[in-house]
Structure formats: structure tokens, C-alpha cells
């Protein structure tokens, strides 16, 4: 089985590397491998995490491709950090760009149609495109507009995929993104933001409406795999609701405050001033947050996710 992966940080492990790239940067990487490795999170993030429950290895990033040799087998990591399906202000591949690279190693046979008959694609899209449209100085008005040509893409992107030969696809939907630390941080992460938090659902009403048309398509057909969304929305909310109740996954202290983070507003995690000292401070213990910076789960969030009610089903959907 071999997987290929599209989209951005939440997926990236290694694509997004120029000089001053903050997923390069100490303290990333702390808990796994041990130092930057250009995951955003101290360790492992959902690209490992989906290998694993595949039972293969993380397929090796785009960017190392050279390197790669009989890694190929397990597919090809094409998500860059900061990326949407429209440009963003990343200076990375956007998905199309992200897909045309794909396309190329299939025309060059650096991957044959035989190896895209046990394949999966997962579709990692968490937000970038609606955070570039907030800087660009949009507003919530506009937002409600942007959103179906958000979704509209990344229903192209996702066609695209399955033309190109790709089995099963797996694709997100949005995370509360009024809940992530970036947003709570004005309330001292007491509150989520529920402005934000409608558009997130409205994002999400229509992708499942587009994947549910789509999938019916595909059973009329006869023609291969239905999609699998991966909600990650309703898995962030179980994992906020667990706490303190006994149960499960949620051994979090801190569920919505990052471990991670700059020492003010002009500084992030893994900042330094000239002199090369941190601005930045970091929790002693990993393990018991749920994000490790104002954007992105700990390897311990992810662990916590992947084992939640609502993504196991996702996945087995996914490998049935
Ligand atoms: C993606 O990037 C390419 C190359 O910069 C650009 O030509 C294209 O218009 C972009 N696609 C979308 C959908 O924004
Ligand atoms: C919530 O997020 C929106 C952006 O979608 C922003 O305009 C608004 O100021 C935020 N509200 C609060 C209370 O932070
Ligand atoms: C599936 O498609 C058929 C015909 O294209 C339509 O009649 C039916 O209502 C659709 N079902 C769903 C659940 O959308």
C-alpha cells in the first residue's frame, strides 16, 4: 500500500524548508526525531499517525525525493506548510502545484499505474487559504463568499487525484479553528471564537455535501472507493469535552493553552532575537497539552485524535 499526501502543516513533514521556516526551527521536533525535522509539532504529526494505522511507514517528503531510494514504496509526502488550495502567503507549491508534481513522477514512472492500484491520497486542507483571506484584509462578510470557491477547488484538486489513478482518498474537514490558541489567545484561551467557528461549519456543510454527490456518483458507477472525510472537527471537540472527565484520551492539563509560544506578539515558538537568544517559551512536559504552538496538536494531541471515536471510524471507513 502506498500513501500520497497533499496539503499543509497538519500533514507536512519535511517539504517547507527555506531559511527562515519556523517547523526548521528549535524546538520543534523535541520529542520525535529529536530535533527539527520540519514537522509543526514537537513530534509526530497526522501523516505519521495515518502510515502507522495503514501499517506502513511515513512516506518520505517530496522535498527528499533524491534521497528517497526504496522508501518510495511507501508513497510521497507532496504537503508543504502554509499552503491552500489557492495561493496563500506561503511562498510554497499550492495544491494544484502540489498534484502537478504528482503527476510528473506518474508521466516519468517514478510511480506506475501498479502502484496506484493499492494507493491512498489523504487531503490535508486546515485553513490557510481563509487566514490568508483574513490578512489580505477581507472580512466576514466576504468570508461567507470565499468559502464555496474554497471548497469548489478543493473539490477540483480532490477529482483530479482520483483521474490520476489514486484509489481511496481521504480529505479534512476543517478543525474548530475559532478554538486554536492563535484565536483564544485575546481571552487568555478561555473562549473559541464562535464567528470564526460558524464559518469553519459552513466550510464543512458544503464539503459534505460535495463528497456525498460525488460518492453517490461513485456508486452508480461502480467506479472505485467513496471518499472518506476525516472530521476533524467534531475529533478536536471530543477531545476538549473529555477533559475532566475521566475518560479516555484527555490526560491534557492544558487543553487549549499552546506549550509552545512566542514571549509577546511579536514573537511565535522557535523565534530568537539577533543575538540568538529565545524569545520564546517552551512547557517542560510535551505530553500534557494538546497543542504544541498557536496552530498545530502536540505529537500527544495527534496520538489523542487518531484515537478518538470519530477518527477511528474515519479510518476504518477508509481501509474497508
Ligand atoms: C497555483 O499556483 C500556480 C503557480 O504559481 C498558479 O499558476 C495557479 O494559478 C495557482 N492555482 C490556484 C488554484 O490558485
Ligand atoms: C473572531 O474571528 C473573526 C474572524 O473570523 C474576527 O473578525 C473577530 O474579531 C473575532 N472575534 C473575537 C471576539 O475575537
Ligand atoms: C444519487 O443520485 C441519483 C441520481 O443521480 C439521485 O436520484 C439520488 O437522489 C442521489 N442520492 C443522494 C443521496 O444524493
Redesign the pocket.
Known amino acids: 500500500e502506498k500513501l500520497f499526501v497533499f496539503g499543509d502543516s497538519y500533514a507536512d513533514t519535511g517539504n517547507n524548508r527555506i531559511s527562515n521556516s519556523q517547523s526548521w526551527k528549535i524546538p520543534y521536533g523535541i520529542t520525535f526525531p529529536g530535533k527539527p525535522s520540519g514537522r509543526f509539532s514537537d513530534g509526530r504529526v497526522f501523516t505519521d499517525f495515518l502510515a502507522k494505522s495503514l501499517g506502513i511507514r511515513s512516506p518520505v517528503a517530496y522535498k527528499f525525493r533524491r534521497y528517497a531510494n526504496n522508501h518510495l514504496k511507501y508513497g510521497m509526502n507532496f504537503a508543504y506548510g502554509g499552503t491552500g488550495v489557492f495561493d496563500t502567503t506561503a511562498p510554497y507549491p499550492n495544491m494544484t502545484t502540489q498534484i502537478d508534481f504528482f503527476e510528473r513522477l506518474l508521466n516519468d514512472n517514478t510511480f506506475t499505474p501498479s502502484d496506484l492500484q493499492h494507493s491512498i491520497a489523504h487531503v490535508s486542507l486546515v485553513g490557510n487559504d481563509y487566514s490568508a483571506f483574513l490578512a489580505r484584509g477581507g472580512t466576514n462578510q466576504g468570508l461567507q463568499n470565499f468559502i464555496p470557491q474554497v471548497v469548489s477547488q478543493l473539490v477540483v484538486d480532490i477529482q483530479r487525484i482520483k483521474k490520476l489513478g489514486v484509489k481511496k482518498i481521504s480529505v479534512t474537514a476543517l478543525q474548530p479553528l475559532g478554538c486554536l490558541p492563535r484565536s483564544t489567545k485575546e481571552n487568555s484561551f478561555q473562549r473559541c471564537n464562535d464567528t470564526y467557528n460558524k464559518a469553519v461549519m459552513f466550510h464543512n456543510l458544503l464539503l459534505q455535501q460535495a463528497i456525498?454527490?460525488l460518492n453517490?456518483q461513485t456508486t452508480?458507477d461502480h467506479h472505485g472507493s467513496p471518499i472518506v472525510i476525516i472530521d476533524l472537527y467534531n475529533a478536536f471537540l471530543s477531545i476538549f469535552q473529555e477533559k475532566g472527565t475521566q475518560q479516555g484520551s484527555s490526560d491534557f492539563d492544558n487543553i487549549m493553552k499552546p506549550c509552545c509560544t512566542g514571549i509577546n506578539q511579536n514573537y511565535y515558538c522557535g523565534s530568537v532575537d539577533d543575538k540568538g537568544n529565545k524569545m520564546y517559551t517552551v512547557c517542560q512536559d510535551p505530553k500534557s497539552y494538546f497543542f504544541w504552538d498557536e496552530v498545530h496538536p502536540t505529537q500527544a494531541g495527534w496520538e489523542a485524535l487518531t484515537r478518538s471515536t470519530t477518527l477511528q471510524a474515519n479510518l476504518d471507513d477508509l481501509q474497508s
Open positions: 456525498t454527490k453517490n452508480q
